[in-house]
């Protein structure tokens, strides 16, 4: 005779970081003990323990609960049991879902200890339950985010944990002060710097040296509670070395807001831009003088421009493809001089709709390469940046003028097409003011439906809402056109604090002068690799400085 194998008895336990921090101390530890004395007590065995740890209840993607699900709809499952339902989970219509249709179906007893609630009997109060639990996160992590926000706001240190060089101070938990032992190598992580030695460099030196490195110095000093396992105390990466040179806490300043997440059933951490930190000075002792942070922002720069892996680029977020306006895509690779005895990473950009399309090679790509070196791109953009400033240094009133005419031309080409779409919308936006108007004359004498003049109505106005939204942006357009004469002055002032050559492109001068660079495909004639790169500047545009040399030749 084939005998069924015995179905599982699941226990399953859940702590997520939010059940922490909203006062659940119910470790995973506790939650074996209650539901295996539970199980034996009741006899509910044999039993599988499984758990998710350090996720959310509103997260339905958990391993150790996926699995449990697998199984029941697998009709392998007898039994689950959780200490309470909101160990299951704290979403009130997927809980509904599982314990009045698919457990039921498939045949499965479900008991939450501590709601005292089992399928087995008639629980009226089981969604009640549900509901409350799912309002209990909601609330508590709004109360929690608003507390949050007025603490960051108010210039109290948000991050938990101190930066390395620091500890709390005894008496004020909020107040960080300086740590000197640790303080004494971010001191001279700094001086390293100062005196030319780069990131790897510095990592390679501590290590040689056998320093504790920041998580491990923290552990061993009890300054974080709960320290992550550290595979060698001793290794600094130059990640460690790059974030300690660059972190502003060690001026003093706290900054708050570095990272945001969307709600509670979505903890992931976000960057958010800087526009929305929110940086606040002398809160805490600073351990570098403002002199040689200064200097090292000096050194950093320059140090930028040789390519690492994973990088980004100088013209990263600038460059774009001619051909399908999609943004270029940076990367980098090694590169080996002829004998392979040296390699370096060297950077280049290439169409990011012709990278995308490489997995999909059946659907064919959308684009061509576009590729260019970034070496060569910014030599282009140098030479080309340094004409142009050498131009308006020597001859600012014709560039003035020049640039005036230049964009009085495309204004009058620009706007002539600009203004008959404005004349339209404006037509149509009257023409439904009327079309509602005798909508609801017809609604009223009974003509049109109370429902279908609802409808109708609705898309009217979506539809004047729209284009009233499209004709203001077009007017603020040609408006902002007309304001040449003050961009060109805002140009020049910018030029002016270039009083020296610009050697070498940094992130900060593109950003200062360029708005965009276009890469056209290259042009392979008679073994000439000829590439079109065209620059747009801030507020002036396109500049054809040759033939504006040549006219004036
Ligand atoms: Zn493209």
């Not at 000096?298 to 421009?305: F, I, Q």
Request: net charge positive; with cysteine; proline share 4%.
């Amino acid at each position: 005779m084939n005998r069924q194998p015995d179905k599982i008895n699941y226990l399953y336990g859940r702590l997520s970081n939010e059940d922490e921090r909203i006062g659940d101390s119910m470790s995973i530890e506790n939650q074996r003990a209650i539901l295996t004395k539970y199980a034996e007590d009741n006899g509910f065995t044999p039993y599988v323990f499984i758990y998710d740890d350090g996720i959310s209840g509103a997260d339905w993607d958990r391993p150790g609960i996926s699995k449990i699900l697998e199984d029941v709809e697998a009709g392998r499952v007898k039994s689950l049991i959780t200490k309470d339902r909101s160990r299951l989970g704290r979403d009130r219509l997927k809980l509904g879902f599982l314990t009045e249709i698919l457990f039921p179906q498939h045949d499965v007893r479900y008991i939450a200890i501590h709601d005292n609630t089992d399928t087995d009997r008639e629980d009226d109060i089981a969604p009640l339950i549900d509901l409350f639990n799912e309002w209990f996160v909601r609330n508590t992590s709004k109360k929690i985010r608003a507390v949050w926000q007025s603490k960051g706001k108010s210039g109290k240190r948000l991050a938990v944990i101190p930066p390395y060089g620091y500890r709390k101070a005894e008496d004020d938990k909020g107040q960080l002060v300086i740590d000197e032992e640790s303080a004494a190598v971010v001191r001279r992580i700094f001086r390293l710097c100062v005196d030319g030695m780069g990131p790897a460099q510095i990592a390679r030196l501590l290590n040689s040296e056998r320093i504790l490195n920041p998580s491990a110095y923290k552990a061993a000093h009890e300054i974080v509670k709960k320290p992550r396992p550290c595979k060698d105390p001793n290794f600094w990466n130059t990640t460690t070395v790059h974030k300690i040179l660059d972190a502003p806490e060690y001026l003093g300043i706290t900054i708050n807001f570095k990272t945001f997440t969307k709600s509670y059933k979505d903890n992931k951490p976000r960057f958010n831009p800087p526009e929305k930190q929110l940086m606040f000075p002398d809160t805490h002792p600073a351990i570098i003088d403002t002199e040689t942070w200064e200097i090292v922002r000096k050194m950093r720069e320059h140090k930028r421009r040789v390519p690492r892996y994973g990088e980004t680029g100088l013209f990263t977020g600038t460059a774009y493809c001619s051909d399908c306006g999609a943004k270029l895509y940076y990367h980098t690779r090694i590169v080996w001089n002829k004998a392979k005895t040296q390699s370096r990473y060297e950077g280049s950009y290439s169409c990011s709709e012709y990278r995308k399309d490489v997995q999909y090679l059946a659907h064919g790509r959308k684009c061509t390469c576009h590729f260019i070196r970034e070496v060569m791109l910014e030599q282009v953009v140098l030479d080309d940046l340094r004409d142009l400033l050498d131009f308006v240094t020597r001859h600012e009133k014709r560039f003035i003028r020049l640039v005036m005419d230049k964009s009085k031309a495309e204004q009058t080409r620009d706007a002539a097409a600009k203004k008959k779409t404005l004349a339209k919308h404006r037509q149509r936006i009257t023409e439904i003011d009327a079309l509602i108007e005798r909508l609801y004359i017809d609604n009223a004498s009974g003509k049109v439906p109370d429902e279908r003049y609802e409808k109708m109505s609705a898309k009217f106005e979506a539809e004047q809402a729209d284009l009233i939204r499209a004709h203001d942006a077009l007017e603020a357009e040609i408006g902002e056109q007309e304001e040449t004469a003050d961009s060109i002055e805002k140009f020049i002032r910018t030029v002016r604090r270039y009083t020296t050559e610009i050697e070498k492109l940094t992130p900060a001068i593109v950003h200062e002068f360029i708005d965009r660079v276009i890469i056209h495909e290259p042009e392979q004639a008679r073994g000439d690799r000829r590439q079109k790169v065209e620059i747009i500047y801030h507020r002036i545009g396109k500049i054809d400085l040759s033939e504006w040399l040549t006219a004036s030749a």
